[in-house]
């Protein structure tokens, strides 16, 4: 009986080459984050289908402020569609939309997938996490809240017969667009990544950021409807009625389909909301994301 013969074979290094690049620490860290958040927001790297809301958002946001443009260069000031004070009110169905399509894009898949833990073991912490997607989703409402009336700005500017006259009669309301578009865009970024956190599938997020809204505004207008005392409470169930009550306290400039305008509320209080709402939203995210494991 012959012996069988011995297997022949090879032996490979395969080990794993040591980095020796640059190390960006934290803030590499954060900046990777945001980076990735702003493409998420406006689906890059993602089907053409992932782009056609946020884009479609965008388009539409800005759609009004091309035709409040057209219509002064034909017209001139006879006709006013929008002005800087209502242009947010105006377009205001189309943040939460926005914000309850984009915003469980950016949390809901990495707690549904337990990839935190490793966002979590180092430099990163917590704070740092949230911090950067807040900021992710409020530089993609940026180009609803901001992108759009700057549009009108520049629009009037140009549309005036002396440029530089025009500008001279803009510039002073360039405060209030940039005030009122952070404002508008930290909020309910702070808002809708709250809600979204909780969830455990982006349908489920988006369906609950929606909720608050439509059913938010839907309570506003009853009690709006009501009068009396009910006019002053109508505001406070609304946050886009919120928003606009401090944007009118900071910056002046009423709007008429806003129930703002038929309240007789202290203007300060509808700040005090606002603070209360941010506050809320992030103690709900700092609760949620110290639950997690490293």
């Given at each position: 009986m012959t012996a069988s013969p011995e297997a022949a074979g090879t032996i490979?290094?395969?080990?794993?080459?040591?980095?020796?690049?640059?190390?960006?620490?934290?803030?590499?860290a954060i900046?990777?984050?945001?980076?990735?958040?702003?493409?998420?927001?406006?689906?890059?790297?993602?089907s053409g289908r992932a782009k056609i809301l946020p884009w479609g958002a965008v388009?539409?946001?800005?759609?009004?402020?091309?035709?409040?443009?057209?219509?002064?260069?034909?017209?001139?000031d006879l006709v006013e569609l929008y002005n800087y004070e209502n242009y947010l009110w105006g377009i205001g169905a189309l943040l939460p939309i926005f914000v309850a399509a984009q915003a469980p894009e950016l949390v809901v898949n990495d707690m549904r997938h337990h990839v935190l833990p490793l966002y979590f073991s180092r430099p990163l912490s917590r704070l740092d996490y949230v911090a950067a997607k807040l900021a992710a989703l409020a530089l993609g409402l940026l180009s609803l809240t901001l992108g759009p009336v700057l549009l009108l700005f520049l629009g009037r500017i140009l549309a005036a017969d002396d440029v530089v006259v025009g500008i001279g009669d803009e510039v002073a309301a360039l405060p209030a667009i940039v005030g009122s578009g952070?404002?508008?865009?930290?909020?309910?970024?702070?808002?809708?990544?709250?809600i979204s956190s909780l969830a455990g599938r982006r349908a489920y997020a988006a369906g609950a950021v929606l909720a608050v809204f439509l059913v938010g505004g839907v309570v506003s207008g009853i009690l709006a409807e009501q009068g009396g005392a009910l006019l002053d409470v109508a505001p406070f169930t609304n946050p886009l009625a919120v928003l606009d009550g401090v944007r009118e306290w900071l910056f002046g400039g009423r709007v008429a389909d806003s129930p703002v305008g038929s309240s007789s509320v202290p203007p300060p209080l509808y700040a005090v909301a606002a603070l209360l709402l941010t506050a809320a939203s992030w103690t709900t995210l700092?609760?949620?994301?110290r639950s997690v494991t490293t």
């Open positions: 490979y290094d395969i080990g794993f080459r040591h980095y020796d690049g640059p190390r960006l620490g934290r803030r590499g900046a990777a984050i945001v980076g990735a958040g702003v493409r998420a927001v406006f689906g890059f790297g993602r388009v539409l946001a800005m759609l009004p402020a091309g035709v409040a443009v057209a219509i002064r260069v034909l017209a001139g952070l404002l508008h865009a930290a909020v309910l970024a702070s808002i809708g990544l709250a700092a609760l949620r994301y």
